[in-house]
Nanobody, 114 residues
C-alpha cells in the first residue's frame, strides 16, 4: 500500500518555527527522489525543497536559509524544518516522490500570522 502522511502543520506567528514530518510506506520512500511542495490559496502547487539524485538539496529562493529538508531512511520519513516563518509561507504542504507522480498525501496546513 502506498501512503504519504504529512503532519506537523499548525498556526504560528511570524518568525516562529515548525517541523513537518511525512511518514511513508517503504514502497514510496526514496530519499534522493523526495521533496516538499506547497499550495497556497489560489495558487499552483510549487516545489519548496528537494533532495537531488546527486545527494544534494535544492530549495526555492523564497525559503533558502530558513527551511531545511532532511530524511530518515530507517523510518521512511521525510522532514522539513521551517524557521523564521513568514505570512507568505501559509499553504498546504505536501511531501512527494518525483519518481511516482500520481501519489500525493493529504497535506498539512501551515498558517503563519503576521
Amino acid at each position: 500500500q502506498v501512503q504519504l502522511v504529512e503532519s506537523g502543520g499548525g498556526l504560528v506567528q511570524a518568525v516562529g518555527s515548525l517541523r513537518l514530518s511525512c511518514a511513508t510506506s517503504g514502497r514510496i520512500f526514496r530519499l534522493k527522489a523526495m521533496g516538499w511542495y506547497r499550495q497556497a490559496p489560489g495558487k499552483q502547487r510549487e516545489l519548496v525543497a528537494e533532495f537531488m539524485g546527486s545527494g544534494g538539496t535544492n530549495y526555492v529562493d523564497a525559503v533558502k536559509g530558513r527551511f531545511t529538508i532532511s530524511g530518515d531512511n530507517t523510518k521512511n520519513t521525510l522532514f522539513l524544518q521551517m524557521n523564521n516563518l513568514k505570512p507568505e509561507d501559509t499553504a498546504v504542504y505536501y511531501c512527494h516522490n518525483c519518481l511516482l507522480p500520481d501519489y500525493w498525501g493529504q497535506g498539512t496546513q501551515v498558517n503563519v500570522s503576521s
